[in-house]
């Protein structure tokens, strides 16, 4: 499938002023995913994974609500990667899509395991289960301590700044909806536009999982998007789950909890 670069000159220039380019704009660690560039989304922090790459996201409209994507966590599931730059793609596109409050996308948290393609960073940590949350144990390569991988904190960081109203984490290959904390309607409303299940209990375990700290912990609705590709996003699929990620936004205005 061929894929067509997405360039810093993919952005509007007011789009590019009023995001706060704090770094290089492109480190020379980037790594491009897919064919396409992941140092084009244009914030950059300074926050870096273990192996000095940078962890980059970008902003979209102002005020509340705010809902914060991202995708990448698992360095083995670049179809979530793909999707993430695509909705990035489609907002830079067409800025008017997000007619109130703000979308944080962040589509790479993972760059060392996605480079080669593990799940795990370059500590060989499951960053998924690396939050602090009540239920970490350490078990499943959950790392040393809670928080203890730059790329649990870099999304960490996300939260104290946005304070996202909605969060949707995208991973592969489940095929489902899953949920935690006040997110069951959302799911079902998700589910509905991308045409994959709603699955409340994903079936294992997830001690310091993303879900159980903001969802479960902090009570901010917070869905896990499991897409059914694993390498890639279906050409075809792609129109409709970028709909399925701004629904999950345009529907913060309906009473969706
Ligand atoms: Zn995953």
Do not use: M
């Amino acid at each position: 499938v061929r894929r067509r670069a997405l360039g810093l000159s993919a952005w509007p220039p007011f789009l590019l002023a009023a995001c706060s380019v704090a770094g290089p704009k492109d480190p020379p660690s980037d790594i491009p995913v897919l064919g396409i560039s992941v140092g084009a989304t244009p914030v950059f922090d300074g926050d870096r994974s273990v192996g000095g790459r940078p962890l980059r996201y970008g902003v979209f409209g102002s005020g509340l609500p705010v809902t914060l994507v991202f995708a990448g966590i698992h360095g083995s599931e670049p179809a979530g990667v793909d999707l993430a730059l695509r909705f990035l793609e489609s907002l830079a596109g067409d800025p008017r899509s997000v007619d109130r409050g703000t979308i944080v996308v962040a589509p790479l948290v993972n760059p060392d395991g996605y480079e080669r393609r593990e799940r795990w960073n370059a500590r060989g940590v499951d960053l998924n289960r690396n939050f602090p949350a009540w239920n970490w144990d350490g078990s499943a390569r959950g790392g040393p301590f809670p928080a203890s991988e730059p790329e649990t904190r870099f999304v960490l960081r996300l939260l104290e700044r946005f304070r996202p109203t909605r969060i949707v984490s995208v991973h592969a290959p489940l095929g489902c909806v899953n949920w935690d904390g006040p997110a069951r309607r959302l799911a079902r409303a998700l589910s509905q536009e991308s045409g994959l299940p709603p699955r409340e209990d994903i079936g294992y375990p997830t001690p310091g999982s993303f879900g159980s700290y903001a969802g479960r912990q902090l009570g901010v609705p917070t869905i896990t998007l499991e897409l059914s590709d694993r390498d890639l996003v279906d050409p075809e699929d792609l129109p409709r789950l970028v709909r399925t990620l701004l629904l999950a936004h345009r529907g913060a205005r309906a009473p969706l909890l």
